[in-house]
C-alpha cells in the first residue's frame, strides 16, 4: 500500500511537471522565430559539446535502473557502486553546463540580452536545477546506503527518485532535440 | 446489526498531537491531522474572506456617488487588484480545498490523507503566500495591474513598485501549495478508499473533488510557469512579456488564461460536490442520475482545458479562432445544464426540508443559473465584443463565484459545522443570514448587468452622472452592505452556537455517507470502525437491512 502511494504521487506529481516545462518549451519555440538581433542558438551554441553531456545523462538513466535491480537482488555493495556512478555521471551533466553558461557569458549572451537568452537561460536553467535536487535525493539515499542499512522504506523512496530521474531525463532529450538539434537545422 | 462485518480501521500514519478539538496553539502549529489542518484552512480563508470583503466595500463606498474623493485613482486599483487577487487565491480555492481536506477522508473511511506532512505544507504555503502578499501593501504600495496582471502593465516600466513582485512571489508559494494539495487529494482518493467502495460508489463530493484535483495539477503548472517568466522579467531584465525587447504581452494573455480558464472550474467543481450532497440529504431522496452527474463532471473539466481564448475575444485573435472558441465556450453549458437539472429532479417529490443548509443550496441552483445564463452570452462574440470589460462582467462573475460557489460553501458550512464541531448553528440566525445574503447579494450584483449594458466600465475608479449611473450604483452600494451585515450576522452565528449550539450527535441531518457513521467531531483516527460499503449510501444500508441499495444495483 505505501509502496503504491509514494510512486503514484510522484508520477502524479511528474505530469504536473511536464505540463510546467511544457509552457516553457512552448515559450522557446515560440520566440525563437521572433528574435530580431543577437545571439541565437545556432551563432552561440555548440551542439556537438552538449550531446556528449547529453549521452552521459542518459546512461546515468540505465545506471540507476542497474542500481535499482542490485537493489531488488539485496546486493548491497553492487547497489552503492552503481549509485555512485549515477551520481557522478549527473554530476559531470551540471559541470557541463555551468561550463556552458559560463562560455555563453563571456561572449556575453545573458538572460537580459535577448528573447534566446531569456528563453534559453529560463528553460534550461530550470531543468539543471531539477538535475541538482535528483542529485540531493540520490546522494541522500547514497549516504544513508552507506551508513545505515537500508529497509522497505527506502527501498519504496529509492523507486520514486529513480523514476524522477528519468522524468529529467527525458526532458532533456526533448530540450536537447529542440534547442540543440533545431539549431542544426 | 452484529453480524454484518465491520471493516477494521485502518492504522494511523503517524501519531497526532491529542484528539480533542482545542488542545493550545502548539498542536495547531505542528497539526498533521487533517480534520486540524481543514479548520486552519477554513479559518484562514474566512479571515482573508473579510479583508476581500472590506475591500470590496471600500470600492462601493468610492462608487456610491459619481465623483466622489474617497479613494484616489492609484489606490483604487490596488483595491480592486487585491480584492480580485484576494477571493480567487486565498478564499474560494483554498476554501474548496478545505472541505475536501475535512470530508474526503472521512467519506472514503480513512483515518488520514495520504500524506499528511504534505497536506500541512500546502496549508502553511497558502498562509504564507498570503501574508507575502498582503506586505506589499507596507513594502511600498500592492500590485495594482487587476488580478490576472496583464503585460505589459506588470512589467517593470509601468509597475516599478515592488507591489507585483510581491504578488508573483505569493502567488507562486500559494501555486505549489495547490497543486500539493490537489496531488495529495489524488492519491488519498485512489489508494485509500475502504474496502468495498469502488470509484463508482463514492460520494459525489469525492468524485468533484477527484475530477477537481486532476483539473488542478493539469491548470496550475500554466500559472507557475508565467508567474516565473514575468518575475524573471521584472528581476532578471528578461524579455518575455516585454515588448521592446520583442516579447510578447500575448502570450501572457494565452498562458495566464489556459490557466485561468480551468481555475474558474477549480473554484466551482468542489462547490457542485457540496450541491450534490446537500439536496439529496434535505429532499429525503438519492441523487438523481448518479452516474450523470460525475460523468457531466469529467466533461467540464475536458472541455475546460480547450476555452481559454474566450477571455481574449476583444484582442482581435482572428474570425475563425473566435468561432472555435466561442462554440467551445457554449459547449460546457451542456454538462452544467445537465447537472442543474439532475439537482431539480432529486428535489421532485422530494420531502424537502428547508433547513439553511438547503435554502444555501436552492439560492445556489438560482443565482448559478443566472450567472450561467450570463455566461453563455459571452460566447457570442459580438456580445463579448459590446460588453467586455463593463460591470456586465462583474456582474456574471459574481453571479458564478458569489452565487454560485460561496452560496455552495455557506450550504455546505451548514451542512458539516455540527460534524467538525459538534454542535448545530442556530438555524433562526441561519435563515437571518440567508434572507440577508440572499437580499443583499441580488440588489449588489443584478443591477450591475444594466450598468454593464449601459457601458459603465469596470476597474475605473469613478463615473460621469449619467442618467440613472448614480442611482444604479447607489442602490448597488447599499446592496453590498447588507451582504456585509450579512457576514456579521454569519460570524455571530458560529460564536453563539460554538457555545451554545443544540449537540448534534453523530448524524443530525440523517446523512446516509460514511462522514456521518463517527463521533463529531471525529476522534483523532477517525473511525472506531468502518461501516461495510455495498453501495452509495452505506448508512442506509445499515438502516435498512431490509431494504438495502445495493440490493437495487446502486
Known sequence: ?185 | MSDIPFSPAAPLPMPVSGGRLWLGLLSWVSAVDHKQIAILYLLTTTFFFIIGGLEALLMRLQLAWPGLPFLDPGMYNQIFTMHGTTMVFLVVVPALLGFATYMVPLMIGASDMAFPRLNALSFWLLLFGGLLLYFSFIAGGAPAAGWFSYAPLSEKPYSSQTGLDYWALGLLGVGVGTVAAGLNLIVTIFALRTPGQSIRKVPLFVWMVLVNSFLIIAALPALNASLVMLLIDRQLNAHFFTQLGGGSPVLWQHYFWSFGHPEVYIMVLPAFGIISEVIPVFSRKPIFGYGFVAASTVAIALLSLGVWAHHMFALGLGHAWDLAFGASSMLIAVPTGVKIFNWIATMWGGTIRFTTSMLFAMGFLITFTIGGLSGVTFAVVPIDWQVTDTYYVVAHMHYVLFGGTLFAMFAGVYYWFPKMTGRLLSEPIGILHFGLTFIGFNLTFFIQHFLGLAGMPRRVYTYPDFPWWAAMNLTSTIGAFVLGLSVLVFLANWAVSLRNGQVAGENPWGGWTLEWATTSPPPVHNFDRVPPVRSRRPLWDLAHPENPDWRHGQ
Open chain 1, 1 to 185: 500500500m505505501q509502496m503504491e502511494k509514494s510512486k503514484m504521487i510522484m508520477a502524479w506529481f511528474l505530469a504536473s511537471e511536464a505540463a510546467f516545462f511544457g509552457f516553457l518549451i512552448l515559450a522557446y519555440i515560440y520566440y525563437r522565430n521572433a528574435i530580431s538581433s543577437g545571439p541565437t542558438a545556432k551563432s552561440s551554441l555548440d551542439p556537438s559539446v552538449t550531446a556528449i553531456y547529453t549521452v552521459l545523462l542518459i546512461a546515468s538513466s540505465g545506471t540507476v535502473w542497474i542500481a535499482q535491480n542490485k537493489l531488488k537482488a539485496n546486493r548491497r555493495s553492487d547497489f552503492r557502486g552503481w549509485l555512485l556512478v549515477t551520481v557522478a555521471l549527473g554530476a559531470i551533466f551540471l559541470v557541463g553546463q555551468g561550463l556552458e553558461y559560463a562560455r555563453l557569458l563571456r561572449h556575453d549572451v545573458t538572460i537580459s540580452r535577448n528573447l534566446f537568452g531569456s528563453s534559453f537561460f529560463t528553460l534550461t536553467g530550470f531543468h539543471g536545477l531539477h538535475v541538482l535536487i535528483g542529485l540531493a535525493m540520490l546522494t541522500t539515499m547514497l549516504g544513508m546506503a552507506w551508513f545505515s542499512s537500508i529497509g522497505s522504506k527506502e527501498w519504496i523512496a529509492f523507486e520514486s527518485i529513480a523514476l524522477y530521474w528519468h522524468f529529467v531525463d527525458v526532458v532533456w532529450i526533448v530540450i536537447f532535440s529542440i534547442i540543440y538539434l533545431g539549431a542544426l537545422l
